[in-house]
């Protein structure tokens, strides 16, 4: 009997220690998840705490048509997406979010930009089984035919030039795992070719998108990060940048040299432009569901960004969807430091729907952002998933 009372006792003494180990996980888990949020957190809350004397470095760089986002979805969620990534446009916002995509995708986004400015979006997903996520887009920017005018000729010379921006990108994403729990981690990686065109005058760059993608696993709550842009600096050049030449014996200078001069034969000279580096920024946002059953789902996301040719800013959004098929969003964009009071950008609105045709789903979004002074811009994006 005695024996009997020790057997019994060290069995119970086991099953308590296991249900311990798995409390322990359980707490543990739970715990990774808290100190993600509040490192996340903490990274954002740091964007606030900038000193009023702080500088800026608006007008650094260039290729800032990389900086114009694309989907009408995200522009009226105030650009608040790297956490929510779930579309085509992921590309742009953080390239891992293509891992959550399960269909072919497609996007086209027109957007009536500032001064008459057209840009255009274009984007397309394919999820490939036991590789990953394959995504390409492409970019193109033009502004109106300009006159060229000179100081003999202020009004006019009847000709005219024409400027214009493109970026083509590959992306690729891949989830590395998915736990029990819901947790799941995504990485994936963007990389593009830019040009510039300024009439005759052009510059070429490359550069990579990275960024990652964490579904914490407690409840909906999702943290993304990115970092876009990162590479070697950009300069300009072209005929129109070439002057002073002068051929040994020209006729043109013959009343100046009317003996040739063979020991300088030929003079040329380029005005050399200046390198730009390009509009890089650092990402990091979270989102959440508040609400998510069969007829509703209300998201709300914000994203801290830390670009290095202008202030921090911090992005809010907030979706939600009635029975998946209609959606109405709202937005904000908010400057930090001491230029926040001459920041011409603010709210964002939107609306979407998703229409369904046999396997076929076409997705419609419009968005409305306002700039202050400089009045509007509005966008209209297209999507459909095979």
């Not at 249900?19 to 543990?28: E, K, M, N, P």
């Not at 098929?325 to 001491?338: E, T």
Request: aromatic share 10%; glycine share 8%; net charge negative.
């Amino acid at each position: 009997m005695h024996n009997t009372n020790i057997d019994r006792h060290l069995r119970n003494s086991h099953l308590n220690n296991r249900v311990g180990r798995y409390d322990l996980l359980a707490s543990c888990a739970g715990g990774r998840s808290l100190l993600i949020l509040i490192l996340v957190l903490t990274t954002i809350m740091s964007f606030v705490n900038i000193p009023s004397h702080a500088t800026t470095n608006v007008g650094t760089a260039g290729a800032q048509f990389l900086k114009i986002g694309p989907g009408a979805r995200v522009d009226s969620l105030g650009g608040a997406f790297s956490a929510i990534a779930n579309d085509v446009t992921t590309i742009y916002w953080n390239p891992a979010g293509l891992s959550q995509l399960e269909k072919l995708s497609f996007s086209d986004t027109h957007t009536i930009w500032l001064a008459d400015v057209r840009y255009n979006y274009l984007a397309f997903a394919i999820p490939v089984e036991h590789v990953g996520t394959l995504g390409a887009s492409v970019t193109f920017l033009n502004v109106p035919d300009t006159e060229i005018t000179t100081l003999a000729q202020p009004d006019g010379t009847g000709l005219w030039y024409s400027a214009w921006d493109t970026a083509v990108s590959l992306a690729y994403a891949r989830q590395l795992y998915h736990e029990e729990s819901g947790a799941r981690l995504s990485i994936g990686i963007n990389t593009k070719y830019i040009h510039q065109q300024i009439h005759r005058e052009s510059a070429n760059g490359v550069a990579i998108d990275v960024g990652t993608l964490y579904h914490t696993g407690w409840r909906s709550l999702r943290i993304g990060m990115s970092f876009s842009n990162f590479g070697p600096e950009m300069r300009f050049s072209g005929p129109d940048l070439k002057t002073g030449a002068e051929e040994a014996g020209d006729e043109r200078y013959a009343d100046y040299h009317p003996y040739p001069d063979t020991t300088n034969p030929s003079r040329k000279a380029e005005l050399e432009t200046i390198e730009y580096p390009l509009p890089t920024n650092f990402r990091i946002g979270v989102a959440y569901d508040l609400i998510d059953n069969e007829m509703n789902l209300l998201t709300i996301a914000l994203d801290g960004n830390h670009p290095n040719d202008n202030s921090e800013r911090l992005n809010f959004g907030v979706e939600y969807w009635y029975r998946k098929m209609a959606a109405i969003r709202a937005g904000y964009k908010l400057r930090l430091g001491p230029d926040r009071l001459d920041d011409e950008e603010g709210i964002t609105l939107g609306f979407g729907t998703h229409l369904k045709f046999s396997k076929t789903m076409l997705s419609l979004d419009y968005a409305y952002a306002d700039f202050g002074y400089l009045q509007n811009a509005h966008r209209l994006s297209l999507g459909l998933k095979f």
